[in-house]
């Protein structure tokens, strides 16, 4: 009811049907029906004390919308505002994008290409946002060694303190020493890498923030405040996606990869070989610094389900595999590239 009453007091919709649908990671999201059968998208932020990121957010899809990117847009409230914050839920309200599927484990065949497109349409609009122009940093710095590895020996200790560990804490806690064992390798990825561009990106472009339908991208979905991050890492970490990494085979997941970059470089060309051909090592290299998802049974214990499992158990494979092949895989997109 106080969503039904929310939607009517600030955005004057009159609800034929409220679905509760997977909350994200911050908000509680429902399918909205009005009375002329329009759908909508609505998310009901739980901190109050986070409205003005969540604000910042909604403005940088917004901008990259208006720069003809695709994304879901806001609806603004009676008060022309891009969240409503005056009543009792905090919310914003988003266009419905249907009859689409995320690009999480589901990048194949032509999507490589069209994903590369639309991603690098999207770099292109926001290398332009007025926050800050694009800059160019030592690639090292793309992941802090040193504050990882203290990490990792934190989460460790916190798994083995535990009296019992449940089947996923304790593969999370051997993926951790896996991962602790390579830190040499790791630094060594690191230490070749030239200066890199950094610019105001989408923030979390993660495969399930990519609305695909058919073999084309409906949407971005999910931006971050307007933060300065490595180009190279953002290009990674959407083509990089363990399931497709996974579900693909090594082989097909390269050529895939190589037609995204491909794809990428034409729609954004002022991109430098060098970001793109850092992406593999920069992407290999985050993914092993992270503790995402491993540590999420001691700190955020309540997210864990099967879903989030899979997941980590994919990224640690996939991050393994990029690490063991890297020189061949580097190799073959240099070729294509050039």
Excluded at 71 to 82: C, S, V
Excluded at 164 to 185: I, V
Excluded at 282 to 304: D, F, K, N, W
Aim: hydrophobic share 40%; proline share 5%; charged share 25%.
């Amino acid at each position: 009811m106080a969503v039904i009453s929310t939607l009517a007091l600030a955005y004057g919709l009159h609800p034929a049907e409220v679905t509760r649908i997977p909350q994200g990671t911050s908000t509680d999201n429902y399918a909205i029906v009005d009375h002329t059968g329009r759908r909508y998208f609505a998310k009901v932020y739980r901190d109050r004390d986070r409205l003005d990121h969540e604000r910042a957010s909604v403005e940088l899809s917004e901008y990259a919308a208006d720069g003809g990117v695709a994304t879901a847009r806001a609806t603004r409230t009676r008060e022309h505002e891009l969240l409503e914050t005056r009543g009792r839920l905090p919310m914003s309200l988003w266009s419905y994008v249907p009859h689409t599927e995320t690009a999480e484990g589901n990048l194949t065949g032509a999507r490589w290409a069209a994903v590369g497109t639309a991603m690098g349409r999207l770099h292109s609009r926001l290398a332009a946002h007025p926050a800050a122009a694009p800059t160019l940093e030592p690639g090292t710095a793309v992941c802090d060694v040193t504050a990882a590895r203290d990490r990792f020996e934190s989460l460790i200790l916190a798994f083995q303190h535990r009296p019992r560990l449940g089947e996923f804490e304790t593969w999370a806690l051997q993926a951790a020493l896996e991962r602790q064992a390579l830190w040499g390798d790791i630094e060594r990825t690191l230490a070749s890498l030239p200066q890199l561009t950094v610019q105001v990106l989408h923030g979390d472009l993660a495969a399930p923030n990519v609305l695909l339908k058919n073999d084309e991208v409906a949407a971005f979905v999910d931006f971050r405040p307007r933060t300065p991050r490595y180009l190279s890492w953002e290009i990674a970490r959407l083509g990089c996606d363990p399931k497709s990494v996974l579900a693909n085979g090594v082989e097909s997941w390269l050529t895939g990869y190589t037609d995204l970059a491909l794809a990428y470089r034409d729609a954004n060309p002022k991109v430098s070989a060098d970001d793109l051909l850092s992406t593999l090592r920069v992407g290999c290299a985050a993914m092993l610094c992270s503790t995402s998802p491993l540590a999420a049974p001691v700190e955020r214990p309540h997210i864990v389900d099967a879903a989030l499992e899979s997941y980590g158990r994919a990224r640690h494979e996939a991050a393994l595999m990029l690490l063991g092949r890297l020189p061949v895989l580097e190799e073959a997109l240099r070729d294509a590239l050039h």
